[in-house]
């Protein structure tokens, strides 16, 4: 059976999320529908990564098996044609049998958006965390260096969550300013659910002058989660890429 590789684009505001959940929309279930009506078939939709609910996507990954023997690009056609207007394919490839989006990915990159000015947002408003507070992005800067690493990441793990394994290789934490916006971009191997977002709202109390940077090593010698900070709002997070070499 082919397999198919699809790189997608969303708007995770209305979903619950990626996985699929009774009662409530998701991303896997939408894109299960739309295969369903264009190629009359039933399949199960992989993701490489188990958004949030509020959570977006720039470069998600996803593969399914198919009977179908169509090429690349017609599905791309196709899927965009019925897909809701906050998902898009950006991407179709036809991959070896053995491709998994999940257990085959290296590397994530995440990004997390800050607006920070005295006035709140209006076009952007689903998409940044609004804060007016003055914040140190040196001492921001310099806490997230400290977690730089091959680390057991429980305090920044969000609760219910069935992993067992809590080492993660973070290969980069940086702070970065554009203008009126602050970017957290996180870069691992492998992500904790809420890890990000939990870094991120951490992270932000440094730049608040509520923590020390020294102390988020002391954050993760704890392996607690009521050792580090607040969770980030969700629209704030955006996955911009998966590698998978």
């Known amino acids: ?25 998701t991303i896997q279930e939408a894109i299960e529908q739309a295969i369903k009506q264009v190629s009359q078939s039933v399949t199960s939709v992989i993701g490489a990564g188990r958004t949030d609910a509020g959570v977006h996507a720039l470069g998600q990954v996803a593969s399914f098996h198919t009977e179908r023997d169509w090429p690349a690009s017609s599905w791309m056609r196709a899927l965009n044609a019925v897909l809701p207007e906050d998902i898009a394919v950006r991407s179709t490839t036809l991959v070896e049998p053995g491709f998994h989006a999940q257990h085959d990915a290296r590397g994530k990159l ?31 800067q310099q806490a ?7 680390q057991d990441f429980s305090s920044f793990e ?10 993660c290789h973070l290969q980069r934490l940086t702070v970065i ?26 992270v932000v109390e440094v730049g608040l002058g509520r923590r020390a940077p020294a102390s988020l090593a002391e954050v993760l010698r704890a392996r607690d989660r009521s050792a580090a900070g607040l969770t980030a709002p969700a629209h704030g997070l955006f996955l911009m890429r998966v590698d998978y070499e």
């Open 1 to 25: 059976m082919p397999t198919v590789k699809l790189v997608l684009e969303y708007d995770g505001t209305r979903y619950a999320g990626w996985q699929r959940q009774p009662d409530h929309p």
């Open 177 to 202: 300013r554009h203008d009126d916006q602050i970017l957290i971009e996180a870069y691992a191997d492998r992500f904790l659910k809420h890890m990000v977002r939990a870094i991120v709202g951490t």
């Open 158 to 167: 969000g609760a219910l969550t069935d992993n067992n394994n809590p080492i």
């Open 144 to 150: 997230a260096t400290s977690l730089i690493g091959s």
């Open 110 to 140: 995440y990004r997390y958006r800050i607006l920070h000015r005295p006035t709140r947002p209006t076009v952007d408003r689903a998409f940044v965390w609004h804060i007016y507070r003055p914040l140190d992005e040196a001492a921001m």
